[in-house]
């Protein structure tokens, strides 16, 4: 059974910083892109960064480019979103999710087709 399991989310003051993972299982990650979404309450879900399957390729949004960081450790079969100089615009529930055929639309939402459960972060002083 194909799963993610997103996790390390919480409250965090503003500038501060989280290092969010999703684990996977059922399948090898590395066959798959993998993307980090996002959604605050009254907004659409949007992507924030993804990696492309085998290459390694990463690619974020603009509104958190030179922040956040993604990463993939094939040993663990996980990938992670390292987030720093966190905003209180970042505050949202963070998604995870995969699909194995999405290359160059990473980012967009409606390429995948296996989501994770979401993990919330918090940004606030």
């Known amino acids: 059974q194909l799963q993610l399991v997103e996790s390390g989310g919480g409250l965090v003051q503003p500038g501060g910083s989280l290092r969010l993972s999703c684990a996977a299982s059922?399948?090898?990650?590395?066959?798959?892109?993998i993307g980090w979404f996002r959604q605050a309450p009254g907004k659409e879900r949007e992507g924030v960064s993804c990696?492309?399957?085998?290459?390694?390729?990463?690619y974020y949004a603009d509104s958190v480019k030179g922040r956040f960081t993604m990463s993939r450790d094939n040993a663990k079969n996980t990938v992670y979103l390292q987030m720093n100089s966190l905003k209180p615009e970042d505050t949202a529930v963070y998604y995870c999710?995969?699909?194995?055929?999405?290359?160059?639309?990473?980012?967009?939402?409606?390429?995948?087709?296996?989501w994770g459960q979401g993990t919330q972060v918090t940004v606030s002083s």
């Open positions: 059922g399948f090898t990650l590395d066959d798959y892109a």
């Open positions: 999710a995969a699909d194995p055929l999405v290359r160059r639309l990473c980012l967009r939402k409606w390429s995948y087709v296996y």
């Open positions: 990696i492309v399957s085998r290459d390694g390729s990463t």
